[in-house]
């Protein structure tokens, strides 16, 4: 049986008391569920609170951006040096939110990674073609380049972990479901692009390769039952406890 790593994605979508409330009801409701990796990412500004509800539990911390220096003047940043001192495990880098809103570029996603391989926290890099790079049959080749200006000239020490989260963008919050067949054969040309950058034991026992992308609970079980999806990335139902419950549950039986 795989360990799921299961990504709540919270967004800019809860004000303070939202988040909190989340967060008891996930608490409460998925101690049941042990086993499953279940990682809730608030806002920055709900870090330390979302820290204290879950602790004793089996739930880990996980902020959905970071900086890629430790201090610095660099204005309304945050230093991944302090997201790991409020015990965040897991970092999101290079949401496609992100790299469309606010410019995030290529060589900023690989200055993020590469500074939290410095630290204990794991980044979760996220990639995926848009719905025009896709008719136009460039997925593999958008895929490739976004995976090597990211990981190009890195190596993962023993400790280090990596998170792969594939999310074409045209299915974030859209409410579609993808044919799991063609995540399967993404996520293996995902996998096969890893090989070419890293040990094959690299890949296969440090590297994680997630799905994002209007998972919910009806969906999730066929796509975690895909033999190379290691687990989802989850926006909108995430935000509602019986859902994110739900799919917890349903990735823990496979
Ligand atoms: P969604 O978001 O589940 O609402 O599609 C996923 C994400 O953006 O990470």
Same mark, same amino acid.
């Given at each position: 049986m795989k360990n799921s790593?299961i ?23 998925s101690?049941k569920y042990t086993g499953a990796e279940v ?44 997201? &790991? +001192?409020?015990?965040?495990?897991? *970092? @999101? ?7 469309? #809103?606010?410019?995030?570029?290529? $060589? ?26 896709? &008719? +136009?049959?460039?997925?593999?080749? *958008? @895929? ?7 990981? #190009?000239?890195?190596?993962?020490? $023993? ?34 692009? @890893? ?25 999730v079980a066929?796509?975690i ?20 419950t739900s799919i917890i549950a349903q990735t823990k039986k496979l």
């Open positions: 790593l990504i709540a994605n919270w967004k800019m979508k809860l004000n303070s008391s939202e988040s909190l409330d989340l967060a008891k009801k996930i608490k409460k409701a101690i990682v809730l990412c608030p806002s920055f500004t709900e870090l330390a609170q979302v820290r204290e509800i879950i602790k004793n539990s089996d739930i880990k911390l996980g902020a959905q951006d970071c900086f890629w220096e430790e201090k610095g003047s660099f204005t309304g940043e945050v230093s991944p040096k302090v997201l &790991q +001192d409020y015990n965040v495990k897991y *970092v @999101l880098v290079g949401h496609s939110e992100r790299r469309q #809103n606010l410019g995030e570029t290529e $060589k900023m996603i690989h200055n993020k990674v590469r500074f939290l391989f410095t630290t204990e926290m794991t980044p979760v890099l996220c990639i995926g073609e848009t719905f025009e790079q896709r &008719q +136009d049959g460039l997925k593999d080749v *958008v @895929l490739t380049r976004q995976l090597h200006s990211a990981l #190009n000239g890195l190596w993962l020490n $023993k400790s280090d972990r990596l998170v792969i989260a594939y999310e074409p963008v045209w299915v974030i919050g859209s409410g579609q479901d993808i044919d799991p067949d063609e995540i399967e054969h993404t996520h293996q040309i995902i996998r096969q692009l @890893l090989y070419d950058l890293f040990e094959d034991k690299v890949v296969d026992e440090q590297i994680k390769i997630i799905y994002g992308g209007s998972v919910d609970p009806e969906n066929k796509y039952s895909q033999p190379t999806v290691h687990g989802v990335l989850v926006g909108g139902a995430s935000l509602d406890s019986t859902h994110f």
